[in-house]
């Protein structure tokens, strides 16, 4: 998928992110820094926000974050004793792991093209 077919129908939002992460920086563009382009970018692009906002330096911090609160929970499923419990904390990971994973690849998909 290259969005530089279309971009100004279906590839308009992945340029439009794009441009968003490539001025960034290491320290971003600061909190409430307003992007005019893409109106909901605070709710339903949190991560290219915050990105966007705090810079790359925070992404990696929060994917580091992630990365560690999933494996404490893939951890937690061993020390479980209950299969009910087990199936609880399975299907938490898995919805966790899922959609955060979703939106990590939907930012990725930008610098591949």
């Known amino acids: 998928m290259n969005p530089y077919v279309d971009p100004l129908d279906s590839g308009w939002i992945y340029i439009q992110i794009s441009n968003l992460l490539h ?12 992007f005019k382009t893409i109106t909901y970018m605070d709710d339903r ?12 330096v925070l992404g990696i911090i929060f994917l580091a974050l992630i990365a560690f609160f999933a494996i404490r929970i893939t951890r937690m499923i061993k020390r479980v004793n209950d299969s009910y419990g ?3 904390i399975t299907s938490f ?3 966790f792991s899922l959609t955060f994973f979703r939106k990590y690849f939907n930012v990725r998909r930008v610098f591949t093209n």
């Open 45 to 56: 692009l949190i991560f290219v926000y915050l990105i966007y906002s705090f810079g790359w």
């Open 93 to 95: 990971l898995a919805i």
């Open 23 to 34: 001025s960034a920086g290491l320290w971003g563009q600061g909190f409430l820094s307003a």
């Open 86 to 88: 087990k199936q609880i």
